[in-house]
Antibody, heavy 121, light 113 residues
């Protein structure tokens, strides 16, 4: 069965950095686009970044552009999110999610349990 | 950016009754060349990640009960839950994937009356 397991969340001071990891299993990781979606406490969902197969295409939302960097290691079936210059408004649960297969299928068919990132002094 | 507006913000429905959740996009998410609406619905139960229910506006994800159905086209969409069950208590989100940034609605909280 498909599993996505995030790690690396925690408490960090404003201006600090954190790296999230997501290990995938149960499918051929290298065949799928992957994404990070975040959810601030009590709020809705925000799609913040995606990466194509082989990492050749990357998208980042304006809210994180220049501060967050998505990457992947297909040999380790792993997805990463390097977060720099963190702000209080980045406090959220960060979900790793798989983009469904198929042209134009930009919906998310599997999600991890999430990693909580708290930015506070 | 395409803005997704859901209504109502919350609703309470009796067990066994029908729940209807609406989602309106600020511009059409219908791609005319393939006649597909780039609209998905998710369910999020407390303390859990979202779960995909519906994609292409009306295609049910594998394993999703058939009491969940999606309809609509262009800018106006509906998620209908027929015969509400206790386990359907959740927040429901619509998402457009017609153009980046792919955006979600703010969610509709569904409770039992």
């Amino acid at each position: 069965q498909v599993q996505l397991v995030e790690s690396g969340g925690g408490l960090v001071k404003p201006g600090g950095s954190l790296r999230l990891s997501c290990v995938a299993s149960g499918f051929t990781f290298s065949d799928f686009y992957m994404t990070w979606v975040r959810q601030a406490p009590g709020k809705g969902l925000e799609w913040i970044s995606y990466i194509s197969t082989s990492g050749t295409v990357i998208y980042s939302a304006e809210s994180v552009k220049g501060r967050f960097a998505i990457s992947r290691d297909d040999a380790k079936s792993s997805l990463y999110l390097q977060m720099n210059s963190l702000r209080a408004e980045d406090t959220a649960v960060y979900y790793c999610a798989r983009v469904a297969a198929g042209t134009g299928s930009w919906f998310l068919d599997y999600w991890g349990q999430g990693a909580l990132v708290t930015v506070s002094s | 950016d395409i803005v997704m507006t859901q209504s109502p913000d919350s609703l309470a429905v009796s067990l066994g009754e029908r729940a209807t959740i609406n989602c309106k996009s600020s511009q059409s998410v219908l791609y005319y060349s393939n006649s597909k609406n780039y609209l998905a619905w998710y369910q999020q139960k407390p303390g859990q990640p979202p779960k995909l229910l519906i994609y292409w506006a009306s295609t049910r994800e594998s394993g999703v009960p058939d009491r969940f159905s999606g309809s609509g086209s262009g800018t106006d969409f509906t998620l209908t839950i027929s015969g509400l069950q206790a386990e359907d208590v959740a927040i429901y989100y619509c998402q457009q994937y017609y153009s980046t940034p792919y955006t979600f609605g703010r969610g509709t909280r569904l409770e039992i009356k």
